[in-house]
């Protein structure tokens, strides 16, 4: 099903045309409400004026966390702070939090982005949404939970944690679309087969799963492990929260709802556009915000885009799996590497939980990487011969697959602490 057809499926031309009109509204709006626009814009020599298609938007500023973080708490917001309803901010790891601005518009944009993902994922008003984001600052709990009362359904406002009640409430009310991350869904997983309460007593069909990186083999790991489809959904507090992006059926890139935000890939250390297709920095523009729009905003999300028409009739552009932040990349020896690719080369073999921790250490001024994974039950071992065959069959595949070695450490089933929010992959003790 398509929430709303005449936006989603639109020809792109046409598409393209509202872009044009929607950004030098956009430009106008930011250009007379807020100076720090304003200033940079006459710093470049650039007026509304030059903005006469979707296609100028190249010779806009960028904005970064930075800037936001600059013009703490309100600085950026381009209307009376009468105008603005609800404030949200997320809180990253140094420093203040960033502050985001809506007004009663911009809600109800944000909740129709909402609406058109749920609807992709084949949920209705018949449905039960068990909504385990975090709800406060954070956009998770409270966007989830809006879309999810406009397309109707039934929504059970739980938060995350908690988990021996998220399971007894998803069991007695019959929860049929659970909303969380994917670290915490496969932690629910595990909860669930320790209740003992057999799999069949669950309606659960459908899980709406993001605020973090994920791969493609985390995905089927926890499709299995909780009988459901698990679709992606992206989102980031600066732009919107969750429902910037969405999958479709066909589950084949994460639709963008670009006739509100729109995206751009570029090279991060040029700053220039990459060819269509290539991976670089996702970068969004607002063209319907009215709080706090943002122009050319660096996400520092990798990911490409492809703008070819989906199967399941949709014209907005598909965006990749996000590899991970450019912030996320860890070098090691010179070696690039993102959790994820981590993530993917666990889960390929039938061995290992995907609940791992990564170590990262520098001795005698040598980059060190010590990955702990647990063993799956059935396959830890007292016995020391079979658990080095396992260590050694992980870190070959490892080497092959990142050019680096890796010192493995196995560990015993659910010895991880798990997340019931973002889950923490990395610890760098090189940065202390
Ligand atoms: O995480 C909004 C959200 C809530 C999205 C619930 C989806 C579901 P922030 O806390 O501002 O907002 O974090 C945004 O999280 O720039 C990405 O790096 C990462 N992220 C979000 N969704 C995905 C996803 C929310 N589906 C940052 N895949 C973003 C990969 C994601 N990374």
New binding site residues.
């Given amino acids: 099903m398509i929430w709303n057809e005449s936006i989603e499926c639109m020809d792109r031309e046409t598409l393209r045309k509202l872009q044009s009109i929607r950004l030098k509204k956009v430009v106008e709006h930011v250009y007379h409400n807020t100076p720090f626009y304003r200033k940079k814009m006459q710093e470049m020599g650039i007026t509304p004026d030059d903005i006469q298609s979707i296609d100028d938007i190249t010779k806009l500023p960028f904005t970064t966390k930075h800037d936001l973080r600059d013009n703490y708490p309100f600085g950026l917001t381009a209307v009376p702070m009468s105008e603005i309803v609800r404030i949200h901010a ?1 809180s990253g790891t140094t420093g203040k939090p960033t502050v985001v601005g809506y007004t009663r518009k911009d809600l109800s944009s944000w909740t129709e982005c909402l609406a058109r993902a749920f609807t992709a994922y084949g949920a209705d008003n018949k449905d039960i949404f068990q909504v385990s ?1 975090g709800y406060g600052l ?3 709990g409270l ?2 939970h809006a879309g999810a009362e406009y397309i109707g359904a039934s929504v059970i406002p739980m938060s995350s944690g908690n988990t021996e009640k998220q399971i007894t409430l998803m069991h007695d009310f019959g929860s049929s679309v659970l909303c969380c991350t994917p670290s915490y869904a496969l932690y629910l997983a595990d909860a669930i087969k320790d209740s003992g309460l057999p799999r069949e007593d669950f309606k659960l069909k459908v899980g709406v ?6 791969t493609e083999n985390m995905r089927k790991e926890i499709e299995e492990k909780m009988g459901i489809k698990a679709y ?7 732009i919107a ?2 429902g910037v992006g969405y999958e479709c059926e066909h589950q084949c890139g ?1 639709h963008l709802n670009e006739d509100h935000f729109f995206p751009e890939i570029i090279n991060p250390e040029t700053n220039q556009p990459v060819e269509p297709g290539e991976m670089g920095e996702l970068v969004f523009t607002h063209l319907t915000k009215e709080g706090m729009p943002l122009l050319r905003y660096r ?3 990798l990911t490409a885009l492809h703008h070819e028409t989906c199967e399941c009739g949709r014209t907005m552009v598909r965006m990749d ?2 590899l991970g ?1 450019c912030d996320d990349m860890l070098i090691i020896r010179g070696v690039n590497v993102f959790p994820t690719q981590i993530e993917s080369v666990i889960l390929e073999l039938p061995e290992f939980e995907p609940h791992y921790l990564l170590i990262v250490d520098r001795k005698n001024n040598t980059d060190t990487m010590e990955l702990q994974v647990e063993v799956r039950d059935g396959y830890y071992s007292d016995e020391i011969n079979k658990m080095l065959a396992l260590k050694k069959k992980l870190q070959g595949r490892l080497h092959s697959v990142l050019g680096l070695g890796v010192d493995v450490k196995l560990v015993e089933p659910r010895s991880i602490e798990r997340s019931t929010g ?1 889950a923490k992959r990395v610890i760098d003790n090189r940065k202390l």
């Fill in positions: 997320s984001y954070f956009t998770g966007g989830a799963f993001g605020a973090e990186p994920w992606d959904i992206y989102g980031l507090s600066e929260g969750p994460t996400t520092k999300d799996r996000i932040r973002k």
